[in-house]
Nanobody, 124 residues
Framework: QVQLVESGGGLVQAGGSLRLSCAASGRTFSSNGMGWFRQAPGKEREFVAAISWSTINTYYADSVKGRFTISRDNAKNTMYLQMNSLKPEDTAVYYC?????????????????WGQGTQVTVSS
């Protein structure tokens, strides 16, 4: 089992920045592929970014490429999402996720563990 807890969400103006954190506990963190997803009201959960256990491989949704950066510190059992140049359409609940494999994945049903989510609201 892996337990995940997100933090760092909040209210920010368009063009601003936030950094989300995902603290992991339980099973070995460094062997898990990790990802960030988001869900806006009335919409399906969508992929945002993912990272392999080694941190070498990362992948981003087109909508956030160039603005968001995913990273992880395996020594601290923590994953991060640095979000810059935020837009109102980035408003959503952001979830971190972990999978039992070391590689990342792009679909939510390929992840085994989920955090409770943190709200990000971007005002125009």
């Amino acid at each position: 089992q892996v337990q995940l807890v997100e933090s760092g969400g909040g209210l920010v103006q368009a063009g601003g920045s936030l950094r989300l954190s995902c603290a992991a506990s339980g099973r070995t963190f460094s062997s898990n592929g990790m990802g960030w997803f988001r869900q806006a009201p009335g919409k399906e959960r969508e992929f945002v970014a993912a990272i392999s256990w080694s941190t070498i491989n990362t992948y981003y949704a087109d909508s956030v490429k160039g603005r968001f950066t995913i990273s992880r510190d395996n020594a601290k059992n923590t994953m991060y999402l640095q979000m810059n140049s935020l837009k109102p359409e980035d408003t959503a609940v952001y979830y971190c996720a972990a999978r039992s494999r070391s590689t990342y994945a792009l679909k939510w049903d390929q992840y085994d563990y989920w955090g409770q989510g943190t709200q990000v609201t971007v005002s125009s």
